[in-house]
């Protein structure tokens, strides 16, 4: 257990449609990272916090905004879905910017 | 070019072979240098770091070649549950180069 969860699991959504995710840690560690991955793409990086109310932008971080009001919660949230952000998005946090990376489950979005 | 860059596979062995992937990363600045494990449909979980003058851990070795940029994962007398996709990841040295970058990931099927 990687002290790391995400919901929802699984989302369908239509295009335009605002999308909230969420990321909850029970560690109580300072970085956290929300990635997608799509095939040919590997993870690649979308925001990223260094602590609460602490936030950059990644690599692909068009079309979407986060939120870190607590230390345990990231919330990724798309706002206007397009069929491009159908992807697997999963969410990590590391102990300090010299260590690994521990993964929550994902979360399988779908934009119809 | 991609900064991190890995063949994609797959690989498919037999049960006890030896196999080794090779990936190469464009940031000669890069400091850290992992292999993570990803199963079907699952999150990417820690393998091993890899250190400057190689490491082992159990059936698996590690190396990384500073001067050609790459690292390399060899995996010994493979089994069946080692089938998955195993993920390079690099480290860089400062600013937002902090942050973990992925390759895309080389696919591994062992055979019975």
């Known amino acids: 257990d990687a002290g790391i969860t995400q919901s929802p699991r699984h989302k369908v959504t239509e295009t335009g449609t605002p999308v909230t995710l969420r990321c909850h840690q029970t560690?109580?560690?300072?970085?956290m990272y929300w990635y997608r991955q799509d095939p040919g793409h590997g993870l690649r990086l979308i925001h990223y916090?260094?602590?609460?109310?602490?936030?950059d932008k990644g690599e692909v971080s068009d079309g979407y905004s986060v939120s870190r009001s607590k230390t345990e919660d990231f919330l990724l949230t798309l706002e206007s879905a397009t069929s491009s952000q159908t992807s697997v998005y999963f969410c990590?946090?590391?102990?300090?910017?010299?260590?690994?990376?521990?993964f929550g489950q994902g979360t399988r979005l779908t934009v119809v | 070019r991609k900064e991190v860059e890995q063949d994609p596979g797959p690989f498919n062995v037999p049960e006890g072979a030896t196999v080794a992937f090779n990936c190469t990363y464009s940031?000669?600045?890069?400091?850290?240098f992992f292999w993570y494990r990803q199963d079907c449909r699952k999150e990417p979980k820690l393998l091993m770091s890899?250190?400057?003058s190689g490491n082992e851990d159990g059936r698996f070795t590690a190396q990384l070649n500073r001067a050609s940029q790459y690292i390399s994962l060899l995996i010994r007398d493979s089994k069946l549950s080692d089938s998955a996709t195993y993920l390079c990841?690099?480290?860089?040295?400062?600013?937002?180069?902090?942050?973990?970058?992925f390759g895309s990931g080389t696919q591994l099927t062992v055979l019975p």
């Open positions: 560690e109580n560690h300072r970085y």
């Open positions: 990590a946090h590391r102990t300090g910017l010299n260590t690994e990376a521990f």
């Open positions: 990841v690099v480290r860089g040295l400062s600013g937002s180069a902090r942050q973990l970058t």
């Open positions: 916090s260094y602590g609460v109310k602490d936030t």
């Open positions: 890899v250190y400057s």
């Open positions: 940031n000669s600045a890069s400091q850290s």
